[in-house]
């Protein structure tokens, strides 16, 4: 009897020693494509679409590798740090996407599980934010108005969803999209108000 439950211990050692060591290999490349996303958001921000794509591109790759690496491990694969390292590549392929004026890429081309990409779409909608921000201070209402109408976009999609949190937790996404989507619209009123006093004083001004 216990030279039997050695060799079933035994085994398992094995078992677990390999997925550790994997867990670790994965781990790195993870942190790897939370980088680069990070290092493709801040470009595209910048305005430096050709850094971004060769940061996007960077990412892709360990984004491949790590599908590659948990391939017989599917219970590390969908764990949060994957997951994390998925919902950043998304968020920053979905801005790229919106930036160079291209489609969206579905979870598909990007090589992420389908509930990763949702909860990347939740954050997307705070980098347009971001991006909104950026066009108010250059003084380009236009664009702002516009990235302005693709959260409302964007959010109208992903409010559609309802999911328990065991399969995938967007109620949490919907909620921040949704405090974004309404700070933007104040924005967005208290800019077009002060432009028409603008327009207003100069057309005084113009007239004295």
Do not use: C
């Not at 992903?158 to 949490?172: A, C, F, M, S, W």
């Not at 989507?181 to 100069?202: I, P, Q, V, Y």
């Amino acid at each position: 009897m216990d030279s039997e439950i050695e060799g079933i211990i035994e085994a398992i050692r094995r078992t677990l020693d390999e997925k550790d060591s994997l867990r670790e290999e994965a781990l790195k490349v993870a942190r790897e494509i939370v980088r680069l996303s990070g290092d493709t958001v801040k470009a595209l921000h910048r305005g430096d679409l050709s850094l971004a794509r060769e940061r996007w591109e960077e990412a892709r790759k360990r984004v491949l590798k790590l599908r590659e690496i948990l391939e017989k491990h599917l219970d590390l694969y969908y764990s949060g740090y994957v997951q994390t390292a998925h919902q950043e590549f998304v968020e920053a392929s979905l801005l790229m996407s919106y930036i160079m004026g291209k489609p969206y890429p579905w979870p598909s081309d990007l090589g992420v599980p389908e509930a990763d990409y949702v909860l990347g779409v939740g954050d997307f909608i705070g980098e347009l934010r971001r991006y909104f921000l950026h066009r108010l201070l250059e003084g380009d209402l236009e664009s702002a108005e516009r990235a302005y109408r693709e959260m409302e976009r964007v959010y109208s999609a992903l409010i559609t969803l309802e999911y328990p949190k065991g399969l995938v937790n967007v109620r949490q996404k919907q909620d921040q999209a949704r405090y974004a989507l309404e700070r933007t619209l104040e924005d967005l009123t208290r800019a077009r108000l002060n432009r028409s006093l603008e327009e207003k004083l100069e057309k005084a001004l113009k007239n004295d």
